[in-house]
């Protein structure tokens, strides 16, 4: 599975964004797929994920009520949708996923993907 992550820029605050990522690969029963992000000088942080049959979600509390991940199974993609965004939210974004099923509580742990894109810097402006 190869992961393409796309839509970062800068975005002044109280803007949106969309972000896309392309999947390569089997996105066969179990599949999970998520984002990450990496602001300078902190650990990577848990935002988003879903799981690709049924499309259920689980986001981070920084996320909830302004960013939504979805899939398109059609395309092969997911994407999070980002909205009112924050200077604060300006980090690396990274597109995860793994084959299998990632449980709720290991959601937030970089070692459950399997798969990482490469990354799409998003810059929120004050």
């Known amino acids: 599975v190869q992961l393409q992550a796309s839509g970062g820029g800068l975005v002044q605050a109280g803007g949106s964004l969309r972000l896309a990522c392309a999947v390569s690969g089997s996105t066969s029963s179990g599949f999970t797929a998520g984002w990450f992000r990496q602001a300078p000088g902190k650990a990577r942080e848990f935002v988003a994920l879903i799981r690709w049959s049924g499309g259920s979600t689980l986001l981070a509390e920084a996320a909830k009520g302004r960013f939504t991940i979805s899939r398109d199974s059609a395309k092969n993609t997911f994407y999070l949708q980002m909205n009112s965004l924050k200077p604060e939210d300006t980090a690396v974004y990274y597109c995860?996923?793994?084959?299998?099923?990632?449980?709720?509580?290991?959601?937030?742990?970089?070692?459950?993907?399997?798969?990482w894109g490469q990354g799409t810097l998003v810059t929120v402006s004050s």
């Open positions: 995860v996923a793994h084959s299998s099923r990632v449980i709720w509580s290991s959601a937030a742990n970089p070692t459950a993907y399997g798969y």
